[in-house]
């Protein structure tokens, strides 16, 4: 059976290529053009991957994920002009899968939902390369959960976004070990040849938000490896 995309672009003619491209590629789309529209849709029809423009009238691509999020995590690619680092950022923060900028490639658009699809089909503990077991994590007052996308600080719940609480669990579930940016970035999303080398500057983003979330401890450390990335310490 045909995966099925849902497109969701106010521009009529952006949302008749990505439906020639898909169709020729094999899948099977749907189109809608606000995020209003979207939601209604997804109410009665299943979808594989959405495609989620940004500007858009009624209901933008922000709004329109914070809303999916909250029932679904169905992939998500968000399909934009606002190209700025921080634009990506927002969106990878409020659960996008992954982030491509207007004007882009079909082809290289089609390689993203594959990877997404790859990746929704596999076991999360399998992608982040841990041990099954090892998808809740405790350290000292820390407990950090894949299975309900959760981080606790002495019982306290902390307010992190998904790709935060997967980039602190990748780093716990291989302490020592010293993470380049762009390891870290082509791990949790998709990378295509047209992206800036500058877009990894999202890991730093991050990383600095989980500090400021997490705190200062005895027992962990986040170490940054200066010109290279980072690196998570346990102390006994």
Same mark, same amino acid.
């Given at each position: 059976m045909a995966h099925k995309i849902l497109i969701v672009d106010d521009d009529v003619n952006i949302c008749q290529l990505l439906n020639l491209y898909l169709i020729k590629d094999g899948f099977s789309t749907a189109i809608c053009h606000n995020g209003r529209e979207a939601l209604k849709i997804l109410e009665k029809e299943k979808f594989d991957?959405?495609?989620?423009? &940004?500007?858009?009238?009624?209901?933008?691509?922000?709004?329109?994920l914070t809303e999916i999020r909250k029932t679904s995590r169905i992939p998500v690619i968000f399909v934009s002009a606002k190209g700025e680092s921080m634009d990506k950022i927002s969106?990878?923060?409020?659960?996008a899968d992954d982030y491509v900028t207007k004007p882009f490639e079909p082809q290289e658009l089609i390689s993203r939902i594959k990877a997404c699809l790859r990746r929704s089909a596999e076991p999360i503990a399998r992608r982040l390369k841990v041990k099954?077991?090892?998808?809740?994590?405790?350290?000292?007052?820390?407990?950090?959960?894949?299975?309900?996308?959760?981080?606790?600080?002495?019982?306290?719940?902390?307010?992190?976004?998904?790709?935060? &609480?997967?980039?602190?669990?990748?780093?716990?579930?291989?302490?020592?070990?010293?993470h380049s940016r762009e390891q870290l970035f082509h791990h949790l999303w998709t990378r295509g040849p047209n992206e800036k080398k500058s877009d990894t500057r999202t890991i730093d983003v991050h990383v600095k938000r989980i500090r400021e979330k997490i705190g200062e401890s005895d027992k962990w450390k986040i170490e940054t490896v200066w010109g290279v990335g980072y690196k998570f310490l346990i102390f006994d």
């Amino acid at each position: 059976m045909a995966h099925k995309i849902l497109i969701v672009d106010d521009d009529v003619n952006i949302c008749q290529l990505l439906n020639l491209y898909l169709i020729k590629d094999g899948f099977s789309t749907a189109i809608c053009h606000n995020g209003r529209e979207a939601l209604k849709i997804l109410e009665k029809e299943k979808f594989d991957v959405i495609l989620l423009d &940004i500007m858009m009238p009624e209901m933008d691509g922000f709004e329109t994920l914070t809303e999916i999020r909250k029932t679904s995590r169905i992939p998500v690619i968000f399909v934009s002009a606002k190209g700025e680092s921080m634009d990506k950022i927002s969106g990878l923060d409020i659960g996008a899968d992954d982030y491509v900028t207007k004007p882009f490639e079909p082809q290289e658009l089609i390689s993203r939902i594959k990877a997404c699809l790859r990746r929704s089909a596999e076991p999360i503990a399998r992608r982040l390369k841990v041990k099954a077991d090892a998808s809740d994590i405790t350290l000292g007052s820390l407990v950090v959960s894949l299975k309900e996308y959760t981080v606790t600080k002495n019982g306290i719940k902390l307010e992190m976004a998904p790709k935060e &609480i997967e980039i602190l669990h990748h780093l716990i579930t291989n302490p020592k070990r010293v993470h380049s940016r762009e390891q870290l970035f082509h791990h949790l999303w998709t990378r295509g040849p047209n992206e800036k080398k500058s877009d990894t500057r999202t890991i730093d983003v991050h990383v600095k938000r989980i500090r400021e979330k997490i705190g200062e401890s005895d027992k962990w450390k986040i170490e940054t490896v200066w010109g290279v990335g980072y690196k998570f310490l346990i102390f006994d």
